[in-house]
T-cell receptor, first 112, second 112 residues
C-alpha cells in the first residue's frame, strides 16, 4: 500500500501557482519524498525529490514540513500542459531493490 | 542523451499466447524495473533486475519473467496471456544506489 495520501483531484487556473499537497505521516528518517507526473497515456515523468530541505528545479518547488509528515509540490506558473496525474511517493535513500509504490495520485486540471 | 526506450509501443495478442517486451535503459543506468499499469490505476511494480539477476519481485505470478543482458537492456516476458494482462507496461531505469528513477513511454498490450 502507498504510504502517502493525496487529494483525488484539483483545479487550477492557467498562469497561477498550483499547490499539490501530500501527507506522509509515517515517513522514516531515511526516506525521500518523490514527485512524478503522468500525462495521459505517457510514462511517468520525474519532477523532483527531497529529504528534508526545500528543493527547487526548473519544473517545480518542493516544500517539506519540518516534521516531514507532509509536503507540497508547487508549479509556479501552471500551463495547460501541466494537466496530469501527480504522484507523491516515499522511498528509502538509494532505493535498493524496492520498486516505487504508486498510490492513486492527484488529477490536476489546469483551466484556461 | 537518449532516455529509457521501449518497444513495441503497441501490440495485440490472443489469450494464451506469449509476449516479449523490450527496454533499453537511460545511458549510464544499470538497474531496470518493470511496472504494469491497468487502465485508471497507478503503476504496479513487477520486478527489478541488476547485474543480470532479478533482485526483487512484486505480487505477480511466475507467468511474468524477465531478463537483463550484459549491456543492461532488459526484456519482460509474459506467458499464457490472460485478458486481465491488458495494460501499459512501463520500464524504468536507475543507477544502483542512485536516487532518481526514469521511466520509458511504455508498451500498450491488448489481449483479446
Amino acid at each position: 500500500d502507498a504510504k502517502t495520501t493525496q487529494p483525488t483531484s484539483m483545479d487550477c487556473a492557467e498562469g497561477r501557482a498550483a499547490n499539490l499537497p501530500c501527507n506522509h505521516s509515517t515517513i522514516s528518517g531515511n526516506e525521500y519524498v518523490y514527485w512524478y507526473r503522468q500525462i495521459h497515456s505517457q510514462g511517468p515523468q520525474y519532477i523532483i525529490h527531497g529529504l528534508k530541505n526545500n528543493e527547487t528545479n526548473e519544473m517545480a518547488s518542493l516544500i517539506i514540513t519540518e516534521d516531514r509528515k507532509s509536503s507540497t509540490l508547487i508549479l509556479p506558473h501552471a500551463t495547460l500542459r501541466d494537466t496530469a496525474v501527480y504522484y507523491c511517493i516515499v522511498r528509502a535513500a538509494g532505493g535498493g531493490a524496492d520498486g516505487l509504490t504508486f498510490g492513486k495520485g492527484t488529477h490536476l486540471i489546469i483551466q484556461p | 542523451d537518449a532516455g529509457v526506450t521501449q518497444s513495441p509501443t503497441h501490440l495485440i495478442k490472443t489469450r494464451g499466447q506469449q509476449v516479449t517486451l523490450r527496454c533499453s535503459p537511460k545511458s549510464g543506468h544499470d538497474t531496470v524495473s518493470w511496472y504494469q499499469q491497468a487502465l485508471g490505476q497507478g503503476p504496479q511494480f513487477i520486478f527489478q533486475y541488476y547485474e543480470e539477476e532479478e533482485r526483487q519481485r512484486g505480487n505477480f505470478p511466475d507467468r511474468f519473467s524477465g531478463h537483463q543482458f550484459p549491456n543492461y537492456s532488459s526484456e519482460l516476458n509474459v506467458n499464457a496471456l490472460l485478458l486481465g494482462d491488458s495494460a501499459l507496461y512501463l520500464c524504468a531505469s536507475s543507477y544502483t544506489g542512485g536516487n532518481t528513477i526514469y521511466f520509458g513511454e511504455g508498451s500498450w498490450l491488448t489481449v483479446v
